[in-house]
């Protein structure tokens, strides 16, 4: 036997030292010399580990591949190779390695022996291995949203922080030709065949959904119609939201739009159909009215006669009242409801609307009460705000519970004139609060409780107040009550130019 040399004991010092995993492998595969890093990945002593062949130690499922490579070695096809493969700790969990195998040949150069060097990469490949599969569940959701993208039934458009657009779907595509039969330059607030609801105001370039939206605003069901020619233009429903990064920046803003051509449509054919309906009717009533006045005069009726006349003319008042409102829907419209402006006695016109309810608030045992000066002159439509003050008592005389009260408030504010009507009523569900001034909206407590209505009321409300430049709120609390308020801008007008109150001039007489 040859004596080992000092490159031999040196040799072997490094292998024994080494941090990564050496061993020597003879050509059946067993190992002939591990050392102490290789021990300490697998799990086994020295004398345990040199007596097992690289075979036992490998995961089966890796082990064919490691065995060609093997035997091309020894053949002499290949001198090294590497390759990523499981080994099996002495535990029975598994090990990742990074395996780099050199063949040693004897100076005739027949094989004699291999130099394998094991780096245990596990960490690295679970790491490796959950990047995989976040890549993949991301991949996934770019899918899932890509479909959802495409497939949704409203254009989405998607807008850089400096005004370009970046993407949109294939809805929103779609529909731009109709605004820009020209092309669009991809830049938010161009100016095309864009809009507002009454079909004739066109657009300006800070009013576009798009320009507003990369001011950094947020809004939702901005309605327009888009096209040149009336009889084919669209009407869209537009929202917006700004997109920010994770530390707030701005990115850019996303918009939808929705086609709501089919039902703008129909509800100008049923305003259209309503206000036609309205008109035709009201002659034939009024002429009804009149000689069923002219009936209840005869002295020369049986009592019964003159009772049931009586019911057919109240009745033919009640649709009079809703023919009305809906003439009054139908004018606000068509180009905004009209208000005729002059001075007015506001607390006289409020007494007046009390007095005129209260037959129906002691028939219902409810009380109405006012708190207001002795005067307060606005600039108003007098008629108008009659409308208004009927409807909100009435409703909450309608609403209230008997032994209950309605107290009407006005009041000179630093922001302008207020009217407050609270009722003691059955009150409002706080869901439904956004809802009660849409037209035709009547709330599901009166639906239960059969509650007559038409659910117009406090539509023309609203409609009154804005055109007076106002605005009406709602507080409620089931079960409580409920709160309407109506603020007026500020007006001065001096007592001298409303005229005298009217029982003044009885006291003057």
């Known amino acids: 036997m040859v004596a080992p040399t000092d490159d031999d004991a040196l040799w072997r010092l490094t292998l024994q030292h080494s941090p990564i995993?050496?061993?020597?492998?003879?050509?059946?595969?067993?190992?002939?010399?591990?050392?102490?890093?290789?021990?300490?990945?697998?799990?086994?002593?020295?004398?345990?580990?040199?007596?097992?062949?690289?075979?036992?130690?490998?995961?089966?499922?890796?082990?064919?591949?490691?065995?060609?490579?093997?035997?091309?070695?020894?053949?002499?096809?290949?001198?090294?190779?590497?390759?990523?493969?499981?080994?099996?700790?002495?535990?029975?969990?598994?090990?990742?390695?990074?395996?780099?195998?050199?063949?040693?040949?004897?100076?005739?150069?027949?094989?004699?022996?291999?130099?394998?060097?094991?780096?245990?990469?596990?960490?690295?490949?679970?790491?490796?291995?959950?990047?995989?599969?976040?890549?993949?569940?991301?991949?996934?959701?770019?899918?899932?949203?890509?479909?959802?993208?495409?497939?949704?039934?409203?254009?989405?458009?998607?807008?850089?922080?400096?005004?370009?657009?970046?993407?949109?779907?294939?809805?929103?595509?779609?529909?731009?030709?109709?605004?820009?039969?020209?092309?669009?330059?991809?830049?938010?607030?161009?100016?095309?065949?864009?809009?507002?609801?009454?079909?004739?105001?066109?657009?300006?370039?800070?009013?576009?959904?798009?320009?507003?939206?990369?001011?950094?605003?947020?809004?939702?069901?901005?309605?327009?119609?888009?096209?040149?020619?009336?009889?084919?233009?669209?009407?869209?429903?537009?929202?917006?939201?700004?997109?920010?990064?994770?530390?707030?920046?701005?990115?850019?803003?996303?918009?939808?739009?929705?086609?709501?051509?089919?039902?703008?449509?129909?509800?100008?054919?049923?305003?259209?159909?309503?206000?036609?309906?309205?008109?035709?009717?009201?002659?034939?009533?009024?002429?009804?009215?009149?000689?069923?006045?002219?009936?209840?005069?005869?002295?020369?009726?049986?009592?019964?006669?003159?009772?049931?006349l009586q019911v057919m003319q109240r009745n033919a008042l009640r649709l009079r009242t809703l023919l009305s409102d809906l003439l009054h829907v139908g004018q606000a419209d068509e180009g905004g409801l009209q208000v005729e402006r002059a001075p007015v006695d506001l607390v006289q016109v409020v007494q007046e609307a009390i007095e005129a309810s209260r037959p129906v608030a002691d028939k219902c045992g409810m009380a109405l009460e006012l708190e207001a000066p002795e005067r307060l002159c606005v600039v108003a439509d007098g008629q108008r705000m009659r409308q208004v003050l009927d409807n909100l008592i009435s409703n909450a005389i309608k609403y209230g519970n008997a032994g209950g009260s309605v107290s009407v408030g006005v009041r000179q504010e630093a922001d302008g004139v207020e009217l407050v009507v609270t009722d003691t009523g059955i009150g409002i569900p706080p869901e439904e609060l956004d809802d009660v001034f849409g037209r035709f909206y009547r709330g599901s407590d009166a639906r239960v409780s059969h509650i007559p209505g038409t659910g117009l009321g406090l539509d023309i409300v609203s409609s009154i107040v804005a055109a007076h430049d106002g605005a009406v709120t709602v507080e409620s609390e089931p079960g409580r009550g409920t709160t309407f308020r109506v603020t007026l801008p500020p007006t001065a007008v001096p007592p001298s130019v409303v005229g005298p109150r009217a029982s003044d001039v009885a006291r003057a007489g």
């Not at 790491?127 to 993208?149: D, G, I, S, Y």
């Not at 065949?193 to 009013?207: A, C, I, N, W």
């Not at 069901?221 to 920046?249: I, L, N």
Request: hydrophobic share 35%; with cysteine; charged share 25%.
């Open 21 to 308: 995993g050496m061993t020597l492998v003879g050509l059946d595969g067993r190992l002939l010399m591990v050392n102490r890093a290789l021990c300490e990945m697998l799990g086994y002593d020295a004398d345990v580990l040199s007596q097992r062949g690289f075979q036992e130690l490998t995961h089966p499922d890796d082990l064919d591949a490691d065995l060609e490579l093997f035997d091309r070695a020894v053949a002499g096809d290949i001198d090294s190779y590497r390759l990523h493969k499981r080994y099996l700790h002495a535990d029975g969990h598994v090990i990742w390695g990074d395996l780099s195998v050199a063949l040693v040949r004897e100076p005739d150069g027949s094989p004699l022996h291999f130099i394998s060097q094991i780096l245990d990469v596990s960490e690295q490949h679970a790491h490796a291995e959950r990047l995989k599969a976040l890549n993949a569940e991301m991949e996934r959701e770019h899918q899932t949203l890509e479909a959802v993208f495409e497939t949704v039934g409203v254009g989405l458009l998607l807008i850089g922080p400096d005004g370009h657009y970046e993407r949109s779907n294939r809805r929103h595509q779609e529909s731009m030709h109709l605004p820009f039969p020209t092309g669009h330059e991809g830049t938010a607030g161009q100016l095309g065949h864009v809009y507002f609801l009454d079909g004739k105001t066109r657009m300006s370039m800070e009013e576009m959904p798009s320009y507003r939206a990369v001011q950094g605003e947020e809004f939702d069901d901005y309605c327009y119609w888009v096209g040149e020619d009336p009889r084919t233009r669209k009407a869209f429903s537009t929202s917006a939201r700004q997109v920010r990064g994770p530390a707030g920046e701005k990115l850019g803003a996303a918009l939808a739009y929705q086609d709501i051509t089919d039902l703008i449509r129909a509800l100008q054919v049923k305003d259209e159909f309503v206000s036609s309906v309205s008109h035709e009717l009201r002659t034939p009533l009024t002429s009804l009215l009149g000689y069923l006045e002219i009936l209840c005069e005869h002295d020369d009726l049986p009592d019964d006669v003159i009772s049931q």
